[in-house]
């Protein structure tokens, strides 16, 4: 004997309401215990399969993303780090730079915190409904390179170039073969006032053109990412925050024994 909710439930699965049709019979329940309106119930039963959904593309575009580790910015600690105050920082977490295709280049030392900043304001723009990508430089050129022959390449170049926001991590972290360089300048062109970008690198823009090996190319690429630009320098004498959180196998002590 089927149960009086059983063909509710199917309509609401034909209507492709699946998450309310698997919550519907207790939906149904608490509207009786509570003596809900129709108008009550609706706006109830509505809310919640708004609610999954939302939660399911937040789910999926965090996965598109492929941050190497999950980072918030409620654990990104000001006090570490000079290269940004309170003020600053609250700009960057209103995200309206994402919309205006920005390029924020945080440029500093190992281990200063510009890939914590990066995957955290990552993480806090999907959060709000943006698509997200992060990629090492290096695997970016891997991809770039093999997208015609790989199928995983292709479905990775084809989210990263769809995303409202692409971060590449380490950049210049190699140098690269003039192939390559023209692939990345062709990358950046094609996405040029179409994305919003974040850039890790130990390096100045003005060392680029070394590792791109064309001047004329870095130029190029350069006029595009700061045309709109924010360049955030973490100093020298930033602590490597890296190090002071390490976990060390041996306690301190004051010499060998």
Known sequence: MSHPFDALQQQCRTLRLAETAKELPALLRKAEAKGWTYHEFTHELLSYELQCREQKTTERLMKWAEFPELKTLDTYDLKEQ??????????????????????????????????????????HA??????????????LMYILKTKEHIKKSNTRYKRIIGSDLIIIDD??????EAHEAHL??????????KAAFILTSNKGPNEWGIFLGDPTLTTAILDRLLHRSEIITFGEETDSIRMKYRKTLFPETNGLS
């Open 82 to 123: 000079n290269a940004l105050g309170e003020k600053q920082f609250n700009v960057l977490k209103e995200l309206n730079w994402v919309e205006e295709d920005f390029t924020l280049i945080l440029m500093g030392p190992t281990g200063a915190g510009k890939t914590h900043l990066s995957v955290a304001l990552g993480v």
């Open 171 to 176: 950049v210049m972290y190699m140098t690269y």
């Open 184 to 193: 990345f300048f062709q990358f950046i062109y094609d996405l040029y006032d």
């Open 126 to 139: 999907v959060q709000q409904g943006f698509q997200v990508s992060f990629v090492s430089m290096a695997h």
